[in-house]
């Protein structure tokens, strides 16, 4: 059985920065993990993968912003995020793959996910 539970989330003002956190149950760290996001009406978008080498990758939106990392003896995964906007306003969930080891923000390649955190930024 796999779980993932995310935490940090919280209310920020635009420009400041949170850290959010993912701890994996009954799961090694070695395969694909991302986090994903989900505003009020709007489809379910990645934000930032991590591979099992390490290599990253995020969406146009967030980079230079957003910075994901992942330490396989804690079993977390984390997302830094600076210079929070107002439209980073969402539900964020942490992702993980059960099959493939790249770096990927489409949500077919995930196998398991949290329940999410919320992350409100008011401007």
């Known amino acids: 059985q796999v779980q993932l539970v995310e935490s940090g989330g919280g209310s920020v003002q635009a420009g400041e920065s949170l850290k959010l956190s993912c701890v994996g149950f009954?799961?090694?760290?070695?395969?694909?993990m991302a986090w994903f996001r989900q505003a009020p009406g709007k489809e379910r978008e990645g934000v930032a993968g991590?591979?099992?080498?390490?290599?990253?990758r995020y969406a146009d939106s967030v980079k230079g912003r957003f910075t994901i990392s992942k330490d396989n003896v804690k079993n977390t995964l984390s997302l830094q995020m600076n210079s929070l906007k107002a439209e980073d306003t969402a539900m964020y969930y942490c992702?993980?793959?059960?099959?493939?080891?790249?770096?990927?923000?489409?949500?077919?390649?995930?196998?398991?996910w949290g329940q999410g955190t919320q992350v409100t930024v008011s401007s």
């Open positions: 991590i591979g099992s080498d390490g290599r990253t």
């Open positions: 992702a993980a793959s059960g099959r493939y080891y790249d770096a990927y923000l489409l949500s077919s390649y995930f196998n398991w």
């Open positions: 009954g799961w090694t760290y070695r395969r694909s």
